[in-house]
């Protein structure tokens, strides 16, 4: 099992076909940790908001 992420490009050329649809296990967290600064690095930034936009 991989994550959606890594398999939409061999769906799209139907090398991989989704089966077993129903019997998918439940969604796991993710946890980022970083420190609370006032002004986050703009690299930092950048990779949460990449991060927040895959999952959604």
Same mark, same amino acid.
């Given at each position: ?8 490009? /061999? *769906?799209? +050329? $139907?090398? @991989?076909? /989704? *089966?077993? +649809? $129903?019997? @998918?296990? /439940? ?30």
């Amino acid at each position: 099992m991989l994550p959606e992420s890594m398999l939409q490009e /061999p *769906i799209k +050329q $139907k090398k @991989l076909f /989704p *089966i077993l +649809q $129903k019997f @998918l296990p /439940p969604a796991k967290p993710l946890n980022m940790l970083y420190t609370a600064d006032r002004q986050q690095p703009p690299k930092l930034k950048a990779f949460i908001e990449f991060v927040l936009n895959a999952i959604s």
